[in-house]
């Protein structure tokens, strides 16, 4: 659309500029937006000595005879085991901790992983407690059978969870992020295998 300013009177003229530039203003202020921060690595499996280890934490501790635990293998990590539903049992897992994470920032945790097509867990730990206990922050992802993907898992999703029981709160501190772990507990007894690139925070 042409205007033609000719013969406008000044007021007039004033109207319509003011109005054209609050017309751009949107636009031009989501042009100035802060662009998304970018992904930090958490662990990246190349064997650093300041990597910290993870540890296995299986069904054993209630009777369970579920077997599971963590190794690097040219910069992997595999989580293996065999999953067992006997004497009440049917989870095993694998946690890391080191230092305390701020993931303020972050909306997401993005892992690269190659599983067995078994329906996994991610889970995050804080200074957060119930019943003297730590409370642990989790979320399903699926896998394709031996196939590299990369899933996303969203922080808003994760639920807080004391031995399998779901809790109303406290929500997820994520300045406060003190251990990450993985784990399986699908239900189904039997061998499994997932082997993880890296993990970030973004």
Same mark, same amino acid.
């Given at each position: 659309?042409?205007?033609?300013?000719?013969?406008?009177?000044?007021?007039?003229?004033?109207?319509?500029?003011?109005?054209?530039?609050?017309?751009?203003?949107?636009?031009?202020?989501?042009?100035?937006?802060?662009?998304?921060?970018?992904?930090?690595?958490?662990?990246?499996?190349?064997?650093?000595?300041?990597?910290?280890?993870?540890?296995?934490?299986?069904?054993?501790?209630?009777?369970?005879?579920? *077997?599971? =635990?963590?190794?690097?293998? !040219?910069? &992997?990590?595999?989580?293996?085991? +065999? $999953?067992?539903?006997?004497?009440? #049992?049917?989870?095993?897992?694998? *946690?890391? =901790?080191?230092?305390?994470? !701020?993931? &303020?920032?972050?909306?997401?945790? +993005? $892992?690269?992983?190659?599983?067995? #097509?078994?329906?996994?867990?991610?889970?995050?730990?804080?200074?957060?407690?119930?019943?003297?206990?730590?409370?642990?922050?989790?979320?399903?992802?699926?896998?394709?059978?031996?196939?590299?993907?990369?899933?996303?898992?969203?922080?808003?999703?994760?639920?807080?969870?004391?031995?399998?029981?779901?809790?109303?709160?406290?929500?997820?501190?994520?300045?406060?992020?003190?251990?990450?772990?993985?784990?399986?507990?699908?239900?189904?007894?039997?061998?499994?295998?997932?082997?993880?690139?890296?993990?970030?925070?973004?």
């Amino acid at each position: 659309m042409t205007i033609v300013l000719r013969n406008i009177p000044q007021r007039v003229l004033a109207l319509i500029l003011t109005s054209l530039l609050a017309s751009s203003a949107p636009a031009a202020l989501a042009t100035l937006q802060t662009p998304p921060a970018p992904a930090v690595t958490l662990f990246e499996f190349s064997g650093s000595a300041n990597e910290p280890a993870w540890i296995a934490v299986n069904d054993g501790v209630m009777g369970g005879v579920s *077997r599971g =635990g963590a190794k690097l293998i !040219d910069g &992997s990590l595999h989580f293996r085991g +065999v $999953l067992s539903l006997e004497n009440n #049992g049917g989870f095993s897992s694998i *946690r890391s =901790g080191g230092p305390t994470r !701020d993931l &303020s920032a972050a909306k997401a945790i +993005v $892992l690269r992983v190659k599983g067995d #097509g078994r329906t996994y867990r991610l889970q995050l730990a804080t200074n957060a407690e119930f019943r003297r206990s730590r409370i642990s922050y989790q979320t399903e992802f699926p896998t394709k059978r031996g196939e590299w993907t990369e899933v996303t898992v969203p922080l808003a999703t994760l639920v807080p969870q004391f031995r399998g029981q779901k809790l109303s709160g406290p929500p997820l501190d994520r300045a406060r992020i003190e251990e990450i772990g993985l784990s399986l507990a699908d239900g189904n007894p039997g061998a499994f295998a997932l082997e993880v690139a890296w993990i970030r925070a973004k």
